[in-house]
């Protein structure tokens, strides 16, 4: 098959370019995957014939509208000039937007895949709301990374949703002293860190680690006590989970949370808020912990801390479920709903 991915993607930073990355790693292996991706960007020397990407407006909200137009019309181009048999565009909004405009003027098919914050947040939008439920209704096929997304998903209009969850990438594990509290993730009101550095003020003998940059960082600096340390934004997270007795994952909505199976494929257990995937992947006092207040966190943080034995049998248990959600096997799902469009055509 000829496969043009459409989306965030390395040297882009974020869960979504991560998910490109490694799917289009492991489909590689049995077919031709290009990817179209917002520029400007200098594409890895491995892949430059294969990475493609349009300049949109570096305006704050014009940026995305305009990628989707210009999107579009580069889908169209690059369909005339390598013939493709799919488009998959990751992030519903006006990414996938711009899938919709090539598969009406093409009539190329359309798979797109919702990662969270686009219908947790881009559908309350009303411009974003219309790109949205335009790309639910007119995609050959949508696919969520969980099942709550796909429940949205369906009320925003799609007919059917493929529930596929993230996959996570081997991390290396590296002897070392486990002895940090650990927050990963952007630095952003959603992603709640200031909750971790509020925890960091209940436990002053615990060291703590906030792994991650944004907006928030200058703010949270000023508010966070000596026993916090801002790490900015790191690739080596093996590293820093070798050395994490608890991660926390405080976040306000999470369309799936694949630092807690990268966490867990380490041993370490994981404390997430009741939300969204988070649910879904924290199996309760199997893998880790979730929490609704902060009562509750400070709570399950103390019980971890406290009893070595159940945080060895929590990290355990995790690295056996995070086993189950590898790259190879959810490339072998995505290419199945490949196939499906491609037959009912």
């Known amino acids: 098959m000829k496969i043009l991915m459409v989306g965030h993607y390395p040297p882009h930073g974020g869960g979504v370019s991560n998910h490109l990355d490694n799917l289009v790693r492991e489909l590689r292996k049995r077919h031709e995957v290009h990817v179209l991706t917002y520029g400007p960007v200098r594409p890895r020397d491995f892949e430059r014939e294969f990475v493609h990407q349009v300049k949109p407006l570096r305006i704050f909200g014009i940026r995305g509208v305009s990628f989707a137009f210009l999107g579009g019309r580069k889908i169209v181009e690059l369909c005339k000039e390598i013939n493709f048999d799919i488009v998959h565009a990751h992030y519903i909004g006006t990414t996938s937007y711009a899938g919709v405009i090539a598969k009406e003027r093409k009539n190329i098919p359309l798979v797109v895949t919702a990662h969270g914050s686009d219908l947790d947040f881009m559908s309350k939008l009303p411009l974003g709301r219309y790109f949205v439920k335009e790309s639910l209704i007119k995609a050959n096929a949508v696919i969520a990374v969980s099942h ?197 055509l």
């Open 148 to 344: 709550d997304l796909g429940k949205k998903a369906l009320s925003l209009g799609a007919k059917e949703v493929h529930v596929i969850p993230n996959g996570i990438r081997e991390l290396g594990e590296i002897k070392a002293k486990k002895e940090f509290i650990t927050f990963i993730g952007s630095l952003t009101s959603y992603k709640s860190p200031e909750t971790v550095v509020k925890l960091a003020k209940v436990l002053p003998e615990e060291k703590f680690l906030i792994v991650g940059d944004g907006p928030l960082k200058r703010v949270l600096e000023a508010n966070a006590p000596e026993n916090v340390k801002f790490l900015g934004y790191r690739r080596d997270i093996e590293n820093i989970l070798s050395k994490t007795k608890v991660l926390i994952l405080p976040s306000k909505r999470e369309g799936f949370g694949l630092v807690i199976l990268e966490a867990n494929s380490l041993k370490v257990p994981a404390i997430g808020r009741r939300i969204g995937g988070v649910k879904e992947i924290i199996r309760e006092n199997k893998n880790g912990l979730t929490f609704e207040t902060f009562e509750e966190l400070v709570k399950e943080v103390k019980h971890i801390l406290s009893t070595p034995k159940d945080a060895v049998k929590l990290g355990s248990t995790g690295k056996l479920i995070s086993i189950k959600y590898s790259w190879k096997k959810v490339a072998k799902r995505v290419e199945e709903v490949y196939k499906n469009v491609l037959n009912s």
